[in-house]
C-alpha cells in the first residue's frame, strides 16, 4: 500500500469560546472555530476562512483551560470529511482533527510544555 498525507497546518484567530462535550466513556471533545485570512486573486480584497477544529482528550483539557475568542493559535491535524441528513437533504461537512496546537499570545503554551510543567 502506498503511504499517503493529509496534514493541515493553519495560524490563526479563534472566533469563539471552545464548546465543550464528553463522550458516553467520559473522553472530553472540544470543538471551535478559527478565522484564517487570505487575499484575493486580486489582492484588493482580504477574506476571511472559517475552519471547525474538533480537539480529544489532553488537547481538549487544554483547549477548555486556555483558550479563548480572539486567541491567536497555531494548529495542526487531519482534514475528515463527513455529512448528516437534515430535512432529507445531505449536508456534507468537513472539520481539522487537531494532533497539535499552540497559543500563540504572550501566556501561550503548548499541551506538551504544559504536562512538562505539571510533572
Known amino acids: 500500500m502506498s503511504r499517503s498525507v493529509n496534514k493541515i497546518t493553519l495560524i ?3 472566533g469563539r469560546d ?3 462535550q464528553q463522550t458516553k ?7 471551535f472555530s478559527l478565522a484564517t485570512n487570505r487575499r484575493t486573486t486580486s489582492d484588493e480584497e ?3 476562512d472559517w475552519h471547525r477544529l474538533t480537539l480529544w ?6 483547549a477548555e483551560d486556555y483558550i479563548r475568542s480572539g486567541d491567536r493559535v497555531y494548529v495542526e491535524g487531519r482534514l ?3 455529512s448528516y441528513e437534515r430535512d432529507g437533504v445531505v449536508i456534507p461537512t468537513a472539520e481539522i482533527i487537531i494532533r497539535e496546537v499552540v497559543l500563540l499570545n504572550s501566556k501561550g503554551a503548548s499541551v506538551e510544555e504544559e504536562l512538562e510543567e505539571a510533572a
Open 80 to 82: 475528515e470529511y463527513d
Open 12 to 14: 490563526g484567530n479563534v
Open 18 to 20: 471552545p464548546d465543550m
Open 25 to 31: 466513556s467520559g473522553t472530553k471533545v472540544a470543538h
Open 57 to 62: 482528550n489532553r488537547q481538549a483539557q487544554f
Open 46 to 48: 482580504e477574506r476571511t
